[in-house]
């Protein structure tokens, strides 16, 4: 735990400049946690002999995200082109005696999909009006969801939540997780519309209900990445980062809140 908090300290004293500022800033920091991600995304299924495309997948992910957040206009032709030259790279594999081919081709575009379109939600976020604001209130309610989850689990969880994907999730956890995440969310929306620039913007119940939304389903992206270490028989995805593991590790549940978060901005708020 104190080498969890040490590090989170200073990952936020990286972090906070970027969030504040924006642009390019912002625009490296969660690219390095995004590409470092995909290639970490990469050698867990190469543990298990499978055979994405290293280059293309992180490559991708980087043209993704560099075409969302500068060239918005050439998003979606930057995605598809990627995912055309992945099936074109394993086709030449198959040819050339690569048997599972396919599969392999599957997991290099679920990559681009995942940590690159929907990673790039990050992106997105920042660059609404006041973004730097709310992102301080969707990706801190993920924070204080995972951590009251982790909090209560640890000490009173006895119910196994999804013993084969994280044994050591528990419904105690999961309830923490919904309750601190709605208690998070209203708290955040009362401190910046008192002290910030979201005044009028959102009511407390609004920041509640995100806060619940994303306390109940953000999960799911700690889940999802546990399915895929659980699958290649690696316990974190790297060590690069002390007392977290490493980035795809702190990006998991980040993906889910990042997109929900969003959506929920535009379609009910702005």
Do not use: C
Not at 87 to 93: D, G
Not at 166 to 188: D, Q
Not at 241 to 264: C, E, K, M, N, T
Request: hydrophobic content about 55%; overall charge neutral; proline content about 3%.
């Amino acid at each position: 735990m104190r080498r969890r908090l040490i590090t989170a300290l200073g990952l936020a004293l990286i972090g906070m400049p970027a969030i504040i500022l924006g642009g390019i800033l912002y625009f490296l920091l969660m690219g390095t946690f995004l590409i470092g991600a995909a290639w970490e995304y990469v050698h867990l299924f190469r543990a298990v002999k499978f055979e994405p495309q290293m280059q293309i997948t992180v490559g991708g992910v980087a043209l993704v995200l560099i075409a969302r957040m500068f060239f918005s206009e050439y998003a979606m032709p930057v995605f598809a082109a990627t995912i055309l030259v992945a099936l074109a790279y394993h086709l030449y594999a198959y040819e050339r005696g690569r048997d599972h081919a396919a599969l392999d081709f599957g997991i290099t575009v679920a990559g681009l999909v995942y940590i690159g379109w929907i990673g790039a939600y990050l992106l997105d976020i920042r660059n609404l009006p006041e973004g730097g604001w709310w992102f301080m209130l969707v990706l801190p309610s993920v924070w204080l969801a995972d951590s009251g989850a982790y909090s209560i689990g640890r000490a009173y969880g006895n119910h196994k939540m999804a013993p084969r994907l994280s044994p050591k999730k528990s419904w105690e956890g999961y309830a923490a997780s919904v309750f601190t995440g709605m208690i998070g969310g209203a708290f955040l929306v009362y401190a910046y519309s008192a002290y910030g620039n979201l005044a009028g913007d959102i009511t407390i119940w609004q920041g509640a209900l995100l806060g619940l939304i994303l306390g109940a389903l953000s999960p799911l992206g700690d889940l999802g990445e546990s399915m895929f270490k659980r699958q290649s028989g690696i316990k974190d995805s790297s060590d690069i980062i002390p007392g977290h593991g490493g980035f795809f590790d702190r990006v998991d549940s980040w993906l889910w809140g990042a997109v929900i978060g969003y959506y929920f901005l535009v379609w009910f708020i702005l």
